[in-house]
């Protein structure tokens, strides 16, 4: 049996953030994955800036020396709403040629993005076991039990304090009784990888998002990546799924092939795959995310942005706090529920104003949710604002301040 005081389950962007960061803490721990890198994850592969953030906190000017001009990673500068009416974008913030180049988004196939960085993870705090899927954990009082499929190098994990970081089916979860799904507080998803999509090749890659009017709050979307390709799918609230009778690969296909304007962009394009599903847990619904030996992050705690379906940002987020509060930990040898009280708080807190607006779109009709939609946002005084703040969000991502955490 392996012993460690730490053990982190599932090294997706959330457990890789964990990881790195208890890293460079110098603090040991044992980490695992059922996958072996790289491997696949269906998502629609934007990466944010909070992405960007932790990374320039992981080491300084991360960004700039490692992604900005990698050729796995697509940027844009700007996103556009309603593709089908070629308004204009809803946001575009065009960097000065003596400014920093940085964008709005990058996008990355998560099969390149997880796996680079899982390839950092490796280090002398940190042993990385791929191929190692947790069956079972037993809650003791001496600690956790972790059972394995690995045979030959952990078939058995002990460990003081165990990170759930193993995304929507976690066994962490399972293991604390507390997997369900509530479809008021999950979405589901599609993605398809294309090549060949007219207008997306060019300079001014955008963001590009298509909103049904006939279906409030569903969104399909265009994301640019590199070489040509796109990631093309769409997301929609369980619970309006089941309402709707929707089904989310007839609507994706309805609307590329119905819709003037899209049917016209895809008319040469070529799908790489048939389209995939995955569930999207989203932070609405406030799961406890830490007790006596356990903390959840990124999609096991349930943290996806209801507004944006982002996941990956606050996935690291959370991995970012987690190291933060067991550094804490160790140094006091306390891994009970007590040390963890304001966990919770702080990987919720910079999801509260998106929850809070996601809940207020919820319950409007949707006749003004399609005002608000097609009138307000493109509006001139609308787009100002966001211009302004996109300015902000950009410079705070990429200025290499660490990020505050309070722990009390
Ligand atoms: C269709 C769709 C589109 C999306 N688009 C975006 C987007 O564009 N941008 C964005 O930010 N977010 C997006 N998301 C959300 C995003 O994909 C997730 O929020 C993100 O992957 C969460 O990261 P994670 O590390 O918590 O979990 P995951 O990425 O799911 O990683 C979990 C890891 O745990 C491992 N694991 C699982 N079970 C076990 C086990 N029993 N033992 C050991 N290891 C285990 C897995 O192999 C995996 O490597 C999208 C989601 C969907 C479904």
Redesign the pocket.
């Known amino acids: 049996m392996l012993q460690t005081d730490i053990c982190i389950?599932?090294?997706?962007?959330?457990?890789?953030t964990t990881s790195l960061f208890l890293s460079k803490m110098q603090i040991p721990h044992i980490i695992?994955?059922?996958?072996v890198f790289p491997?696949d994850?269906?998502?629609?592969?934007?990466?944010?800036l909070k992405?960007m953030r932790i990374l320039n906190c992981l080491e300084n000017d991360f960004v700039k020396n490692e992604i900005l001009h990698n050729h796995n990673f697509s940027k844009t500068y700007g996103v556009k709403i309603n593709i089908s009416e070629n308004k204009k974008p809803l946001l575009q913030y065009k960097p000065k040629p003596n400014e920093h180049q940085f964008p709005y988004f990058f996008f990355s196939k998560?099969r390149y993005f997880?796996n680079f960085l899982a390839e950092r993870i490796p280090s002398k705090y940190a042993t990385f076991l791929q191929g190692?899927?947790?069956?079972k954990i037993e809650h003791t009082e001496e600690g956790k039990i972790i059972y394995?499929n690995n045979v030959k190098e952990a078939n058995k994990i002990k460990a003081k304090l165990i990170v759930g970081?193993?995304?929507?089916?976690?066994?962490v979860l399972r293991s604390l009784g507390e997997r369900s799904v509530n479809r008021e507080h999950y979405a589901g998803?599609?993605?398809q990888y294309w090549k060949g999509i007219e207008g997306i090749s060019s300079e001014d890659n955008f963001l590009e998002l298509y909103l049904p009017k006939s279906l409030p709050l569903a969104y399909l979307?265009i994301?640019p990546l590199p070489n040509g390709e796109a990631?093309v799918?769409c997301?929609l609230l369980s619970s309006l799924i089941q309402k709707n009778n929707v089904n989310l690969k007839n609507l994706l296909q309805d609307i590329i092939t119905k819709d003037p304007v899209l049917a016209y962009r895809f008319r040469n394009a070529v799908p790489l795959e048939k389209p995939m599903?995955?569930?999207?847990p989203m932070a609405t619904l406030k799961r406890k995310a830490s007790g006596n030996g356990w903390l959840l992050?990124?999609?096991?705690a349930s943290?996806?942005n209801p507004l944006t379906?982002?996941?990956?940002?606050?996935?690291m987020m959370s991995g970012y706090i987690a190291a933060h509060f067991i550094q804490r930990a160790v140094k006091q040898n306390n891994f009970s529920e007590k040390l963890f009280k304001n966990y919770d708080r702080e990987i919720n807190r910079r999801l509260e104003k998106s929850i809070t607006n996601f809940n207020l779109i919820k319950k409007v009709s949707p006749l003004i949710y399609n005002f608000f939609i097609n009138v307000v946002a493109p509006h001139p005084l609308c787009r100002l604002y966001f211009q302004r703040n996109v300015g902000k969000w950009i410079k705070t991502a990429y200025d290499n301040k660490p990020i505050k955490i309070k722990f009390d």
Do not use: M, Q, Y
């Open positions: 389950i599932g090294a997706g962007p959330a457990g890789a695992v994955d059922a996958s491997r994850k269906i998502c629609g592969d934007a990466l944010d992405v998560r997880d190692t899927k947790v069956e394995t970081a193993d995304g929507d089916h976690s066994v998803g599609l993605r979307w994301f990631n799918g997301g599903g995955w569930g999207l992050t990124g999609d096991a943290l996806i379906g982002e996941g990956i940002g606050p996935g």
